[in-house]
């Protein structure tokens, strides 16, 4: 009775019994698997048993019914579900860079979700090429909410001494991830920074430039300078490769190398670093030439390699600072009576400013001015650029330019002696040999002509209209733009009202339109301007009458009208003279239009009526296409007279 009670659902019922599989499969009623060994367990299934335990095995293996598909909020979630970062960055791949074999080498990688809702993922074998490498370690954290991070632990053991490019297998519950994995070894990567070096020297000075080299690999590479004996037959990276090639393996290099030329033969690019390498070049002669370099490197060193490099070192030695920039200053075609201006660049090589002025010879002297006439033209700079000052030419042609210039007359595009080529001399207090350059200029009209200087219109009635043709010849060597901007308002031209285009030595025909509102005597000007604005009077006249009859109305508008129907229209006709009129009104052929009377005689001051009939002449070709579908094809065409009215 002192015993404790304990409760009746907690006692045992060793009567109870418990659920049970239906097929106990690979699992004994002792507990053990299948009564023995899993090998006499498995050699104890069929063949369709086990061929079902394998398939089940590789769809586990594979993720099936482990992967599903994450909709939150109506979105299905697509993309990377874990984010790979380094020391809070993202990272697109896990790099181990420069690395030696036989060291260790461990990184640290957090995998951040995602995704939009939870998720889990499980690491996969890495591929057997390099699974011995690597030891990957992390404290799985189960479920990870959106956002939540996990630290994945690599440690890296090369053996050998290649690059691996390969991916650490994830699977989550959206779907198989891989983390790309690039593993590199030291490289010999050395890159110029320009391979083509210019020297522009003047006689007397010396200049020093860089061949610049970047060094991008883990990896101190030895540099060998030595002068080719000849250059490659063309630039191509191919053609240079070969070339290079052969020179190290015949020994095709120069004997004697460039005197004026001096360098470091041998250098070396250290690891991510800058090299620069001093070449100085010391002119003993005006001239140019072109010295080939191969810049070679040890083989061997690393898996890729830069290859050799062609270096092309342009030397150009100058006799003087000033010059310039152009030998001849061509102002091409230009009209007398008109200015002009140009630029004339003149630069200093020099390391000290220099005075320099610009000297009109006596051929020019009045056609011809600069401004300033005297500057100092500044040195150049640092980078070798040369200093520049520019005048201002300003040059004004008369026709007496020709005769004064006849020696250096020469002939010019169109086959004349009108084109005018003389030097200009440039002035240098310090420098002993003086500067020239070339002034060329072909001289040319501006002038156009017409194919009359006196226009007559003849006598006319008022408000009627005569045209008379006028040409316009332009005699000059430049394209050349006429119009005829202010006119009297008797007076239109056409075509464009009398603006147009003149080529040289073209010729074109306007019209000149008067219609006079007065019954008087004209007398008047016409005044075409040019393009070089210069104005070309036409002298016109005419004699305006006044007209024996006049009509209430000289436009009709009529209406629409059917093929088949008739408009009629009235108006009168009054003779103003003191005469008798006879008239005749004539009818275009052929326009449906009908007047009656066609001839009448007027006493002074009387008025007579006038009948106009209009009738369509045929009927038009879609109506006759109309009628045909409306009336089943059984009408053709109307019986319409093509005649007058």
Not at 391 to 409: A, G, H, S, T, V
Not at 561 to 582: G, H, I, M
Request: proline share 7%.
């Amino acid at each position: 009775e002192g015993e404790a009670q304990v409760p009746e659902a907690s006692k045992p019922r060793l009567d109870e019994t418990h659920a049970v599989p239906e097929f106990t499969g690979l699992w004994s009623a002792g507990g053990e698997l299948g009564g023995g060994s899993p090998k006499k367990a498995w050699n104890q299934l069929s063949k369709l048993e086990q061929r079902y335990m394998e398939e089940a095995l590789a769809r586990k293996k594979a993720g099936h019914g482990w992967i599903e598909k994450q909709v939150v909020g109506g979105r299905e979630f697509k993309g990377t579900a874990f984010v790979p970062s380094e020391k809070g960055r993202d990272v697109t791949a896990i790099v181990f860079k420069d690395f030696e074999p036989g060291k260790v080498y461990k990184r640290k990688v957090t995998l951040t979700n995602a995704s939009l809702a939870f998720n889990t993922f499980k690491l996969l074998d890495l591929p057997d090429t390099v699974k011995d490498f690597f030891e990957i370690s992390y404290t799985h954290p189960g479920a990870m909410s959106p956002g939540m991070m996990c630290d994945m632990h690599i440690r890296f053991e090369p053996k050998v001494n290649e690059d691996l490019i390969e991916h650490i297998p994830l699977l989550c519950k959206t779907g198989p991830q891989h983390i790309p994995l690039r593993c590199l070894t030291k490289k010999a990567d050395v890159t110029a920074k320009s391979t083509d070096i210019d020297f522009d020297v003047i006689m007397g000075e010396s200049q020093t430039l860089q061949l610049v080299l970047a060094n991008r690999g883990a990896l101190d590479v030895p540099i060998h300078l030595r002068q080719l004996s000849s250059l490659p037959d063309d630039l191509s990276p191919q053609s240079v490769a070969t070339h290079l090639a052969a020179a190290e393996a015949e020994g095709l290099y120069a004997e004697v190398p460039e005197a004026t030329l001096a360098y470091s033969q041998d250098s070396i690019a250290a690891n991510y670093a800058t090299t620069k390498i001093d070449l100085t070049f010391t002119p003993s002669a005006p001239g140019e030439a072109v010295v080939p370099l191969h810049l070679r490197m040890p083989k061997g060193l690393s898996v890729p390699q830069s290859p050799d490099m062609l270096v092309l070192v342009r030397l150009r030695a100058y006799e003087v600072p000033i010059y310039v920039l152009h030998e001849t200053m061509d102002f091409r075609c230009c009209c007398l009576g008109q200015t002009y201006s140009q630029i004339i660049p003149v630069c200093n090589r020099g390391k000290v400013a220099l005075k320099a002025s610009l000297v009109v010879s006596r051929e020019l002297h009045g056609f011809v001015s600069f401004s300033p006439d005297m500057a100092y033209v500044q040195a150049r700079d640092k980078a070798g650029r040369p200093g520049r000052f520019d005048f201002k030419m300003k040059f004004e042609p008369e026709r007496k330019l020709l005769q004064r210039c006849k020696d250096y007359l020469v002939e010019g595009p169109t086959g004349l002696m009108d084109t005018i080529e003389i030097p200009v001399r440039v002035g240098v207090p310090d420098q002993t040999l003086p500067v020239h350059f070339n002034f060329r200029v072909q001289l040319t009209t501006g002038q156009i002509k017409f194919s009359q200087e006196e226009v007559d219109f003849g006598t006319l009635a008022v408000n009627d209209s005569v045209s008379v043709k006028l040409g316009v010849t332009n005699v000059g060597e430049l394209p050349q733009r006429v119009g005829f901007p202010t006119l009297p308002r008797e007076v239109t031209v056409q075509p464009n009202t009398g603006f147009i285009s003149l080529l040289p030595g073209e010729e074109r025909n306007v019209e000149l339109i008067f219609c006079p509102f007065s019954d008087i005597q004209y007398s008047f000007a016409v005044t075409a301007v040019a393009g070089s604005n210069t104005q070309y009077p036409v002298q016109c006249k005419a004699v305006g009458v006044a007209a024996p009859v006049e009509f209430t109305c000289t436009n009709f508008q009529l209406r629409a009208c059917a093929p088949t129907d008739r408009v009629q229209q009235s108006f009168f006709c009054t003779n103003v003279s003191k005469e008798t009129a006879s008239m005749e009104l004539l009818v275009p052929k052929n326009s449906g239009i009908k007047l009656s009377p066609i001839v009448a005689m007027l006493e002074p001051g009387q008025t007579g009526r006038f009948q106009l009939d209009f009738c369509p002449p045929y009927q038009p070709e879609h109506l006759v296409q109309l009628l045909a579908t409306l009336t089943g094809g059984r009408t053709s065409k109307m019986g319409i007279k093509k005649a007058e009215g």
